[in-house]
Every structure is written in C-alpha cells, then in structure tokens.
C-alpha cells in the first residue's frame, strides 16, 4: 500500500479490518505508525467507529500510550497516524 507522504518501512499487522505499519513521515523524518482500514470505500458506521478510536487513542496522555498525531484519507482508504 502506497501512503503519499510516508514510506512505508515494514508490515506489522494484518487484521480482518485493518493493517498496522511501521514508516517514516517524509516531511521530517519522524518515524511513525500508520493504522489503516484495509477496506476500501469503508462503511459509514466503520468510518465512524475508526473516528472514534482515534479521538479516544488522542485523549489518552499517559506515559507508555503510543501518540496520535492524525487522521487522513489515502487512496480511499482512513489512515491514523501514530
């Protein structure tokens, strides 16, 4: 999967509904990681469960809790990037 913005460094998961790498965000080379859905043209209500797990994991300010930096779409697919 080709992510603009982020190359892609290794798969770390494959689910039934989502896919977690490991990349570094070209802008300044910070490493990060990217949850994606790995549905294409997701479900409204699959949209909005993704939403909500990202505001939920962007809430949590605790020490050892990995940070959310943001939300985007790629190539029709919901990206959060941690």
Known sequence: MLIPGYQIIQELYVGDDSIVYRAQREADQR??????????YPSPERIAW???????????NL?????????????DRWVMVL
């Open 50 to 60: 993704f939403k909500r797990e990202y505001e939920i994991t962007r809430g949590l």
């Open 31 to 40: 490493p990060v990681v990217l949850k994606a859905l790995k549905q294409p």
């Open 63 to 75: 020490p050892g809790v990995v940070e959310a930096y943001g939300l985007e779409t790629s190539q």
